[in-house]
Nanobody, 123 residues
């Protein structure tokens, strides 16, 4: 069982930056892929980006490429989502999710989810 805890959300203005964190209690992320998803009101949950923990390889949705960066800290067993140049359309609840092995971009491919953290970007 992997328990995920996100933190770092908040209210910011357009153009600002935020860094979200996702950590696990009780299990390391070795052999896991970590995905970041978001869900805006009235919309489906969508893939933002992710990282293959062991390889360190990353992937991003087109909507965030060049603005968002995912990284990991092995010692802290934590994955980060650095969000720069935030836009009002980035407003959503952001979720961290984990699955064994390969990185995927579909919600149903992930077995473990965090509780989510709200990000609100005002114009």
């Amino acid at each position: 069982q992997v328990q995920l805890v996100e933190s770092g959300g908040g209210l910011v203005q357009a153009g600002d930056s935020l860094r979200l964190s996702c950590s696990s209690s009780g299990r390391t992320f070795s052999n896991y892929a970590l995905g970041w998803f978001r869900q805006a009101p009235g919309k489906e949950r969508e893939f933002v980006g992710g990282i293959n923990w062991s390889r360190g390889s990353t992937a991003y949705a087109d909507s965030v490429k060049g603005r968002f960066t995912i990284s990991r800290d092995n010692a802290k067993n934590t994955v980060y989502l650095q969000m720069n140049s935030l836009k009002p359309e980035d407003t959503a609840v952001y979720y961290c999710a984990a699955r064994l092995y390969g990185l995927r971009d579909r919600v149903n491919d992930y077995d473990f989810w965090g509780q989510g953290t709200q990000v609100t970007v005002s114009s």
